[in-house]
């Protein structure tokens, strides 16, 4: 069974091991491996298991990969660990899981990298079938109403931003005494669009903004 950490840079190889970053034990040949300061312990069954791969041609020790080893005898490999732990575990099991803070353009970077061809086509078809979904799922439209003088409405509409938009301008039909000037009152109603995580039905707008929005037509 594959271990997923890798030993301490100190870990001495075996017994009759070809080189220090490899160690033989029963039938398994275990490999070590430097992943951007991050060490992997693996076996050559598990890194052989995608031919012609990067990982496949460096079990086989190819001379044209001319990979180098730190003090400890691990095989150098310039990438990034964090995604390095789902690349493996997809060699182990043929899963490919990612935690939530991973994204599969990322993996999808280091698949290439490792020229994983069944786990670039697994990464290509879930990003497509993700974009797929996305452009089938309906939009919720949130509406806000908001309440200002006629002196603060040029700016209320000029500021609005993060995907705000101006909906209805509604006179509320008073104005009152401020100083020696009358300010008249508006409702201006604002909508924005959200993507429906739960793929259900578009949500109308409250009753309030429908009210507001069919007032608003007949002034």
Same mark, same amino acid.
């Given at each position: ?5 890798? +030993?301490? +840079? ?30 992997? &312990? ?8 995608? +031919? *012609?791969?990067? $990982? ?5 020790? #190819? +001379?044209? &990969?001319?990979? #180098?080893? #730190? %003090? ?6 310039? @990438? ?11 060699? @182990? ?14 993996? $999808? ?15 290509? #078809? @879930? ?12 939009? *919720?439209?949130?509406?806000?109403? &908001?309440?200002? !003088?006629? %002196? ?12 705000? *938009? ?30 429906? !995580? ?9 009753? *309030?903004?429908?009210? &507001? !929005? %069919? ?5």
């Amino acid at each position: 069974m594959d271990t997923a950490a890798g +030993p301490s +840079p100190g870990t001495s190889a075996g017994p009759g091991s070809g080189s220090p970053a490899c160690m033989l034990t029963g039938s398994s040949r275990w490999v070590r491996l430097n992943v951007g300061g991050t060490y992997f &312990l693996t076996t050559t069954q598990t890194l052989c298991r995608e +031919p *012609k791969s990067f $990982l496949y041609r460096l079990c086989q020790e #190819d +001379p044209e &990969l001319h990979s #180098d080893k #730190d %003090e400890s005898g691990a095989y150098l490999i310039d @990438r990034d660990p964090v995604y390095f732990g789902p690349v493996l575990n997809y060699l @182990r099991h043929g899963k490919l899981v990612l935690n939530k803070n991973l994204t599969e353009e990322g993996a $999808l970077e280091e698949a290439e990298f490792y020229n994983i061809t069944s786990l670039i086509k697994l990464i290509k #078809d @879930r990003i497509t079938e993700r974009e797929a979904k996305s452009m089938h799922t309906p939009l *919720k439209h949130v509406y806000r109403v &908001l309440q200002c !003088q006629e %002196e603060e409405l040029t700016q209320m509409v000029s500021t609005m931003s993060d995907g705000w *938009k101006f909906e209805q301008l509604v006179s509320i039909g008073s104005s009152y005494n401020y100083g020696s000037e009358d300010q008249a009152e508006f409702l201006c109603v604002v909508s924005k669009e959200l993507q429906n !995580q739960s793929c259900g039905n578009t949500s109308p707008p409250s009753v *309030k903004a429908k009210i &507001l !929005q %069919e007032r608003g037509s007949r002034i």
